[in-house]
């Protein structure tokens, strides 16, 4: 079974600090890592991706980390919200690959940022 | 656009009733599946449909059917509940197959007692 491990499983942190989050993938065919959040009671919601043609990619305070001969990416947010707690999902498919662009994901990490 | 849509939000059955899960999407997205998420396991995929008429099976396909009739429609259905199926099943569809960006249902929380 491909697997996406992701870790920490829970993570606090203070306001005005910086949440990381870490996930490794096995298969060395998927292309496409996406990073999802999920608020309570909501369903997921695109957050951030990234293909393996770069090592970072930000969107304002959210940048993933690449590091393809790992086999590892990361969520960093910087500057975290209290609004930034959710839970945070990562996942990984081949973007060309018939079911194999279904998307793998990780079993979640729960943020909690503290005001 | 309503996006993606699910009913009901709630349910609950006894072992071994049957019932459908429904989504809808009304932005004409060719791919469309369905997870369920259970405490520290993630989402996992049940069945997925690339386009009408087309279905396959995910990780966890056991006791569950689907069909997609239409592009808009792709109801999940339970067979013979069982308690190992309480969970909370999201729906979600994709502009293109491979799925790249996924939009998500709000989800539909079932309890088999």
């Known amino acids: 079974q491909q697997q996406v491990k992701q870790s920490p499983q829970s993570l606090i942190v203070q306001k005005g600090g910086i949440s990381i989050i870490n996930c490794a993938y096995e298969?060395?065919?998927?292309?496409?890592f996406p990073w999802y959040q999920q608020f309570p009671g909501k369903g997921p919601a695109l957050l951030i991706a990234?293909?393996?043609?770069?090592s970072e990619k930000k969107e304002g305070r959210f940048t993933i980390s690449f590091n393809k001969s790992a086999k590892q990416f990361s969520l960093h947010i910087m500057d975290s919200q209290p609004g930034d707690s959710a839970t945070y999902f990562c996942?990984?498919?081949?973007?060309?690959?018939?079911?194999?662009?279904?998307?793998?994901f990780g079993k979640g990490t729960k943020l909690s940022v503290k005001p | 656009n309503a996006g993606v849509t699910q009913t009901p939000k709630f349910q609950v059955l006894k072992t071994g009733q049957s019932m459908t899960l429904q989504c809808a999407q009304d932005?004409?997205?060719?791919?469309m599946s369905w997870y369920r998420q259970d405490p520290g396991m993630g989402l996992r995929l049940i069945h997925y449909?690339?386009?009408?008429?087309?279905?396959d099976q995910g990780e966890v396909p056991n006791g569950y059917n689907v069909s997609r009739s239409t592009t808009e429609d792709f109801p999940l259905r339970l067979l013979s509940a069982a308690p190992s199926q309480t969970s909370v099943y999201f729906c979600?569809?994709?502009?293109?197959?491979?799925?790249?960006?996924?939009?998500f249902g709000p989800g539909t929380r079932l309890t088999v007692l």
């Open positions: 932005m004409n997205h060719e791919y």
């Open positions: 298969n060395t065919a998927f292309d496409y």
């Open positions: 990234i293909r393996p043609d770069v």
């Open positions: 449909s690339v386009g009408a008429g087309i279905t």
């Open positions: 979600a569809s994709s502009y293109r197959n491979p799925p790249g960006e996924q939009f």
């Open positions: 996942a990984a498919s081949r973007e060309y690959g018939g079911s194999q662009g279904n998307l793998i």
